[in-house]
């Protein structure tokens, strides 16, 4: 399937099956259970009306890298941000944090398929009891699952939440590089072994009233721009990309080029 076909499917199941309803008095269309399977290496939703900002998500994907939940940089980068700062000086949905920094389980994800090839415990948890206490930031993602099936590297991603208009266009991005991590950290042992499917559920898929006019242009005949990124190399790569030093980057690492690219 193409990336055209398949983000047009989506905004069109949203206008065709979605239900009017109002959280926080905010008027939605919403479709509520809500599952699709991300084709491999699928990731930009570029319509022309809908302008997506590549440098945004990249700056997104570097933020979750550095797993600082105090650090607010990027709210230069989208002013949304700033609604979402703790008292503290926190911000609950960097991922980052809880995939790499604070709790690293992304290395307990990569420890737990290497003891076991088929484990189903392979999961990396977001929200947290007490996130739903924030006035300020819930996460909208509850867990990332990953399981080695047939030489096949699978991610589950769980949501309680998902905006299909912003919040969608980064989280398919980013989510797929960490699948994509994990597969090259993984086959440094298991050679054979391939990327999966990125099977994604919401328990609410919805679009805000403000951006109907837009997706209804999408899913018209608006222009579709393909785009696609390098690949990350290997799980050396994965290992320069953690290490926050993107200095002498080595002539192969052409993600890692790319993702701090102007």
Not at 45 to 64: C, D, M, P, T, V
Request: contains cysteine; aromatic residues 14%.
């Amino acid at each position: 399937m193409t990336s055209k076909t398949f983000f047009r499917q989506i905004y069109s199941d949203l206008l065709l099956k979605g239900q009017v309803v109002s959280p926080r008095g905010l008027k939605v269309l919403e479709i509520e259970n809500y599952n699709y399977i991300v084709p491999a290496y699928v990731r930009f939703a570029n319509f022309k009306s809908r302008k997506l900002n590549i440098g945004y998500i990249k700056q997104e994907f570097l933020w979750y890298l550095k797993g600082n939940k105090f650090d607010t940089s990027i709210a230069q980068h989208a002013k949304m941000w700033n609604n979402f700062i703790n008292a503290d000086g926190s911000i609950n949905s960097n991922y980052g944090n809880y995939i790499f920094a604070e709790l690293k389980q992304f290395d307990i994800v990569v420890n737990i398929l290497l003891r076991d090839k088929e484990s189903r415990r392979a999961s990396i948890i977001i929200l947290q009891s007490q996130h739903l206490d924030s006035l300020y930031d819930v996460p909208c993602t509850y867990s990332f699952n990953f399981r080695i099936r047939k030489d096949k590297l699978n991610m589950t991603i769980r949501m309680r939440s998902q905006d299909a208009y912003l919040g969608m266009s980064s989280d398919i991005p980013c989510f797929s590089f960490i699948h994509e991590m994990v597969l090259h950290t993984l086959k440094e042992y298991y050679l054979d072994l391939t990327i999966g499917e990125y099977y994604h559920s919401a328990d609410s898929f919805h679009l805000y009233e403000k951006n109907l006019v837009t997706v209804n242009k999408m899913i018209a005949g608006d222009e579709f721009i393909e785009y696609d990124c390098p690949r990350i190399h290997d799980h050396n790569e994965v290992k320069f990309l953690r290490k926050l030093d993107f200095t002498n980057i080595p002539d192969n690492y052409l993600f890692t080029k790319w993702l701090i690219e102007k």
